[in-house]
């Protein structure tokens, strides 16, 4: 396990830095700079050239792409034209945000796919298992921004159950109680409207792995001793059948951190991916080309997670 983990983390070198020439160069080519439609149109053409230059927009792409890696390699990931502020502060505080989203969203999603997928596998063919294909079709079908529209609609202001904007009551005092119960109720919406659309693909797959197993041989055998039926689907089929799911529990987790942009949008909930969508409307590329490298770098760390959390699984896996 320890040498895959090594190859994984020299692999990350070159891929990351591909990553940032490509980011770099998109973000040169992107219409527009830091200092478009962002200034005092009383601003004369050669004042704003002069500004430019003080910024380091003119100099050639190379050196500016050079300043940037070695900065990020200090730490140093630029100032945010838009907020006035360092980088890390502005990504520093929405970056909780979006962590609790999304591991509630990841939390819900496996407490609603795995029963169902189990369902589907061991009633096959019944109401209770036609019922959930029919759900798992309606959640690929249906767009994310549709289904959060929705929700939004019917939860947050017909039925008033939810709050729909950001991530806590801005008059409670920190720290208190009914601060970390807002704090939870800002969560439930948006992070069940991406559960339940993310639990198509899992409970497709565990149902798929649940009917194989249970006509497998080794089941047979098992059946054929005497075997209970709980024991059965258990300690046989269910152990075998969720081995996908723990390889794939890394890329989900990736896919619900940097896949926020539209619910935090919708919900404006001041997270990651709120901040992305703004940096790139605000021609803030300092902000959102550090944000694309976190999210290269989220990809493959997740990568890494399910080969480690299948070989934990699986003992008979070894990766030489």
């Known amino acids: 396990m320890w040498k895959m983990i090594l190859r994984r983390v020299l692999i990350l070198i070159p891929q990351l830095f591909a990553l940032s020439i490509i980011i ?64 890390v ?34 009633y096959r063919e019944k109401i209770a298992d036609r019922a959930i294909i029919n759900y798992t079709f309606f959640a690929i079908a249906i767009p994310l921004i549709v289904f959060a529209l929705l929700n939004v609609y019917l939860f947050g202001f017909t039925l008033r ?32 409207t991406m559960a339940l659309l993310g639990t198509a693909g899992i409970v497709n797959i565990l149902r798929s792995e649940i009917i194989d197993n249970e006509n497998s041989d080794y089941v047979t055998t098992v059946r054929a001793k005497g075997a209970p039926r709980r024991i059965v689907y258990n300690r046989h089929i269910f152990r075998n059948a969720s081995l996908p799911l723990v390889a794939g529990f890394g890329f989900a987790l990736v896919n619900l951190l940097s896949g926020t942009a539209v619910i935090e949008r919708i919900f404006s909930f001041p997270g990651m991916g709120n901040l992305f969508v703004q940096s790139i409307n605000g021609r803030d590329f300092s902000t959102a080309n550090t944000l694309i490298m976190m999210y290269g770098i989220i990809g493959v760390v997740g990568t890494m997670l399910s080969d480690i959390f299948m070989i934990v699984a699986d003992p008979r896996i070894r990766v030489k």
């Open 89 to 122: 502060d502005v990504i520093g505080e929405r970056l909780p945000n979006t962590v609790r989203l999304s591991l509630v969203a990841t939390i819900f999603t496996y407490l609603i796919a795995i029963p169902m997928g189990v369902i589907a596998g061991r």
């Open 24 to 87: 770099f160069v998109m973000a040169h080519f992107m219409p527009g700079d830091a200092l478009t439609g962002l200034i005092d149109p009383t601003i004369s053409p050669e004042d704003i050239e002069i500004m430019r230059e003080q910024l380091g927009l003119n100099r050639p792409l190379y050196v500016r792409y050079f300043d940037w890696v070695t900065s990020m390699l200090q730490g140093d990931f630029g100032r945010s034209f838009h907020h006035q502020r360092p980088v």
């Open 161 to 192: 159950w939810f709050p729909i904007q950001g991530s806590v009551d801005p008059r409670l005092a920190t720290g208190t109680f009914a601060y970390h119960i807002s704090r939870l109720q800002h969560l439930i919406l948006p992070a069940l």
